[in-house]
């Protein structure tokens, strides 16, 4: 079955809503926050992206929704919703960092309750196939002890491109990371 990935503009925000089949990618309203903190206070969740502190402080999930609809930010956020299909309404965030020369790194996380359902995978084939920034090349950055992460991306289309690390805030240490590339043109 072939997915038509629509791209609705939301009057309110410039950014795209992107459909897919069991959820739409939207932009962060302030009734996520609920969502947002049970899910980003999850040790597990925390400690497999690169931003989300653990334990999560007062306060920093509001600050994660301003940042996300404030238009001087360049940071795009959705929010993986699955309200229309008897889902939750957040079910875990993509994000896309524009980058120079038409490129962005996309990151994401998806709540654990729903690992392992796909989600992910079709939330990164979703957000590639609409493409909403333009770009010709995305990268993903996968801490090298996250297999599900890394097969999520290259699920989506995404090869190896090499071996780095950063540091990741909930283990306050510097992780070896996977890099990954998809070319989109």
């Known amino acids: 079955m072939k997915l038509d ?8 925000n410039v950014q795209a809503t992107i459909a897919a089949e069991r959820f739409v990618l ?11 903190s049970l899910y980003a206070s999850d040790k597990r969740v925390a400690h497999a992206a690169r931003s989300l502190p653990h334990p999560l402080p ?12 404030d238009p001087k930010v360049a ?6 919703d699955g309200a229309a299909a008897g889902l939750s309404e957040v079910m875990g965030v993509m994000q896309l960092k524009p980058l120079e020369r038409d490129q962005s790194e996309v990151s994401f996380w998806v709540a654990p309750s729903f690992w392992g359902t796909g989600i992910a995978s079709s939330a990164l084939k979703a957000l590639v196939a609409a493409n909403p920034l ?3 090349t995305l990268f993903a950055e996968i801490f090298q002890d996250n297999q599900a992460s ?7 289309g995404f090869e190896y491109l090499g071996d780095a690390e950063t540091f990741s805030v909930a283990r306050g240490a510097r ?6 590339v998809c070319k989109l043109s």
């Open 134 to 136: 333009g770009d010709k």
């Open 5 to 12: 990935h629509t791209i609705e503009r939301d009057n309110a």
């Open 26 to 36: 939207r932009a962060p309203k302030t009734s996520d926050v609920g969502l947002l």
């Open 58 to 69: 007062p306060g920093a999930t509001e600050a994660f929704i301003a940042r996300s609809l």
């Open 175 to 180: 992780v070896p990371t996977w890099t990954y």
């Open 75 to 80: 940071l795009h956020t959705y929010i993986i």
């Open 150 to 156: 890394a097969r999520v991306v290259t699920n989506a």
